[in-house]
């Protein structure tokens, strides 16, 4: 981490990986970046992510974070930019489709019961003088 002055507003800023903006002209830029992105994704729904950054200038890695934050939707049920990082099935935001969030969920749910069990199991003699 090294110290640097931002080059848009001037401010000194600690830049963890060489960036160039402080995070209130990054999160600027990103705030524009994502109206243009957004703009084109509307009149062109079935773009892939190469097509978008090459139209709007704005780089590959940063509409792929606007996808994954779900700050940006596809319009397309079938479109090219994300696939779920389980199945591969294209989404339209997040990272798992659909389905793959249930069964998530579902998994999350059940090691959170089988925790959940264990504690009671330990605790059955505090509960069974209830
Ligand atoms: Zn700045
Ligand atoms: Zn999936």
């Known amino acids: 981490m090294e110290l640097k002055n931002c080059v848009e507003c001037g401010r000194s800023f600690a830049s963890k990986q060489g960036e160039k903006l402080c995070k209130r002209c990054m999160e600027k830029k990103i705030d524009e970046d994502f109206k243009i992105v957004r703009e084109y994704l509307y009149s062109h729904p079935g773009a892939d992510i190469k097509d978008v950054s090459e139209a709007t200038g704005v780089d590959e890695k940063i509409i792929f974070k606007l996808l994954r934050e779900e700050r940006l939707e596809v319009v397309e049920e079938e479109n090219n930019l994300l696939r779920c990082k389980s199945c591969g099935k294209s989404i339209r935001s997040?990272?798992?489709?659909?389905?793959?969030?249930?069964?998530?969920?579902?998994?999350?749910?059940?090691l959170a019961g089988e925790d959940l069990k264990r504690d009671m199991d330990k605790k059955i003699g505090y509960y069974s003088r209830d």
């Open 94 to 110: 997040g990272r798992l489709c659909e389905a793959c969030k249930k069964l998530e969920f579902a998994k999350e749910l059940k």
